[in-house]
């Protein structure tokens, strides 16, 4: 079956700082790839996502590349802000044959000023 | 576009009550899901629908826990004699899209406590 494998957490960063969060998967087929972010008392939102080899998706600053030979999507932001501090949580859907996510345990990321 | 909405956005029960949630999902999305999410976990998928048709439902999904999606718009997720475990926090998310390109989005939740 289909599951995805985070870093655990929770990280604490002072601001500024290189933020990466790893994240592995296993998938019977070629799935599409995404990171969900969670604010403080508010929902899940779509972060970026990626649905081929070696596609990048990128926002807020925020970046992950599909790396199928290592079968990874790391997030990686180079300067994060107070502003980042949530829950971070890589999934995957097994696209277009199945459609539910597979998701992570989440990292909880702080950022001190 | 008002994003997916929630009712309630919190439930306390007590142990053998049932309780009713409700999902709006985005207007014209044609796929809606259900989820559960504990405390420290990610979401576990429990079941989803495309239009009215329910087309899959997680082994989590016990015969205590039923949902309809009349007409193919909002849905509903009832939990019979709801025991302590099913405290969690349940997530709905729509999406409409064709093969590759397919995006979830979510709605706030509804955080269930059963007492």
């Known amino acids: 079956g289909n599951s995805v494998t985070q870093m655990e957490g929770p990280v604490t960063l002072s601001e500024e700082a290189f933020l990466t969060i790893n994240c592995t998967y296993t998938?019977?087929?070629?799935?599409?790839l995404f990171w969900y972010v969670q604010y403080p008392g508010e929902g899940l939102q779509l972060l970026l996502k990626a649905t081929k080899a070696d596609d990048k998706g990128s926002n807020k600053g925020f970046e992950a590349t599909y790396r199928k030979e290592t079968t990874s999507f790391h997030l990686e932001k180079g300067s994060v802000q107070v502003s980042d501090s949530a829950v971070y949580f890589c999934?995957?859907?097994?696209?277009?044959?199945?459609?539910?996510?597979?998701f992570g345990a989440g990292t909880t990321v702080t950022v001190r000023a | 576009d008002t994003g997916v909405s929630q009712d309630p956005r919190h439930k306390i029960t007590k142990r053998g009550q049932n309780v009713t949630f409700r999902c709006d999902p985005i207007s014209e999305h044609n796929r809606l899901y259900w989820y559960r999410q504990t405390l420290g976990q990610g979401p576990e998928f429990l079941t989803y629908f495309q239009n009215e048709a329910q087309l899959e439902k997680s082994r989590l999904l016990s015969d205590r826990f039923s949902a309809e999606r009349p007409k193919g718009s909002f849905s509903t997720l009832e939990i019979q004699r709801t025991e302590q475990g099913d405290s969690a926090m349940y997530l709905c998310?729509?999406?409409?899209?064709?093969?590759?390109?397919?995006?979830?989005?979510f709605g706030p939740g509804t955080r269930l406590l059963v007492l």
């Open positions: 998310a729509s999406s409409v899209g064709q093969g590759w390109d397919e995006t979830q989005y």
């Open positions: 998938a019977t087929g070629y799935p599409s």
């Open positions: 999934a995957l859907s097994d696209l277009p044959n199945d459609y539910k996510l597979s």
